[in-house]
């Protein structure tokens, strides 16, 4: 008997990446999202890839009912992965009180009801961004916890501080929280990818459609840093890697692998890159010629900020192997499978 695992966010970027590894991990798959920032066609592509239809329940998480009785009808949940959050840096600033109820509220109705429907782990999609700028770098778990530079950030914290409270409270539940760096690219079949509705604030998603002339031209937030080209440095990291670190972490939980009740990692490279470096790599594998500019920094943006993998490498036995070129390769394909879709 496969086990189950319910994935919130499963028809999002990561969430989508994550379902398709389960699945051929062998685990069967209930699927949670609102689709405030994702599609249910998002299912088809997952099904073109495994040829397995995941269960999908288009529900808002801060609805108690209504997951009370998606629960109650998917009975044998062994485990949580917990993607759906609101998660532009930009939008938390400007809209505060919807992610402070989105991010918390749908965590905490999660977390209530994991006991009584027996579900023993939940793995928790946090973000490197807890850190804010880091005194130095590559930055490992044990680096402090700065106060948060958005909403977003600060609510990616707070959730973390929910699950150890509830954990030490005596819930019989345990939780792996996963740091994730900057997820890059797309699945390699090209048959999922990153989709930001609207305008993407991400940036290479931007970069992807600079590329295919669907943005007239990128703007690189400030080349004046304190970096060796004066552009931010981040740690990019494939998609379908972080997706495999997800597979790893909820097993670990279920095969009681751990005595540990809460564990955290970062998900990263190892590796900084500059925005800079990465529009040349883009080049390089795309053969185009990127149109961007010099414009002034963004609000909020971290300077440089790279991970130190170690405990991931060593502890879940997990390691990120895709290449920074293949990685962007894969982004491009499927920019170009959208276009050939007519769906952007
Ligand atoms: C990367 C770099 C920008 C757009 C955030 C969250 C993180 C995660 C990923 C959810 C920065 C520069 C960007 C553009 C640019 N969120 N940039 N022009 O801000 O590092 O991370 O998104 O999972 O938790 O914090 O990612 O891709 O927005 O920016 O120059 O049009 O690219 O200034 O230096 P970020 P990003």
């Given at each position: ?6 994935v919130?966010g499963?028809?999002?970027y ?9 699945q ?20 088809d ?16 998480l801060?609805d108690?009912?209504a997951l ?5 009808r ?9 993607f ?9 600033v400007?809209?505060?009180?919807l992610?402070?109820?989105n ?19 939940i793995?928790?999609s946090s973000?490197?961004t807890?850190?804010?700028?880091p ?16 909403p977003?950030?600060n609510?990616?914290?707070?959730n ?12 019989p ?5 996963l740091r ?13 990818g ?5 305008v993407?604030q991400?940036?290479?998603?931007f970069?992807?459609?600079t ?5 007239e ?5 400030g ?9 931010c ?26 005595d540990e ?5 970062n998900l990263?490279?190892?590796i900084?890159?500059s ?12 053969g ?13 943006d971290i300077?440089k ?9 060593n ?11 293949d ?8 920019q170009l ?6 769906i952007?």
């Open positions: 008997m496969s086990k189950k695992i319910l919130t499963g028809t999002g990561i969430g989508s990446h994550t379902v398709v590894e389960l051929q991990a062998g685990y069967e798959v209930v699927i949670i999202d609102n689709l405030s920032n994702s599609n249910a066609e998002v299912i592509g997952i099904v073109k890839i495994t040829g397995i239809r995941p269960t999908f329940e288009k529900i808002d801060v108690m009912d009370k009785d998606v629960l109650n998917h009975k044998g949940i062994d485990g949580i992965i917990h759906a959050a609101s998660k532009a840096v930009g939008e938390s400007q809209k505060p009180l992610y402070y109820k991010n918390l509220v749908s965590l905490t109705n999660l977390l209530e009801l994991m006991p009584e429907h027996n579900i023993k782990g793995v928790f973000s490197c807890v850190y804010g700028e005194d130095q770098n590559p930055i490992d778990e044990s680096a402090p916890i700065k106060p948060a530079t958005s977003y950030g609510t990616k914290q707070i973390e501080e929910i699950i150890n409270d509830f954990v030490h409270s005596g819930a539940i345990k939780s792996i929280i994730y760096f900057n997820p890059i690219g797309a699945h390699p079949s090209g048959e999922i990153e989709l930001p509705l609207g993407p991400n940036l290479v998603p970069i992807t459609q590329g295919m002339g669907i943005r031209q990128l703007s690189v937030f080349d004046d840093y304190d970096t060796p080209d004066g552009s440095i981040r740690d990019f990291i494939n998609v379908v890697d972080l997706s495999k670190a997800h597979v790893i972490a909820i097993e670990r939980m279920l095969e009681n692998k751990s009740k809460v564990e955290i990692f990263g490279t190892g900084g890159l925005v800079l470096e990465l529009i040349s790599v883009f080049e390089k594998v795309s185009k010629s990127l149109n961007y500019k010099i414009a002034p920094r963004r609000e909020g300077e900020i790279w991970a130190q993998a170690d405990k991931a490498n502890v879940l036995g997990w390691k990120a192997n895709e290449t920074i070129d990685t962007m390769a894969s982004a491009w394909k499927w499978k959208l276009r050939e879709k007519n952007i």
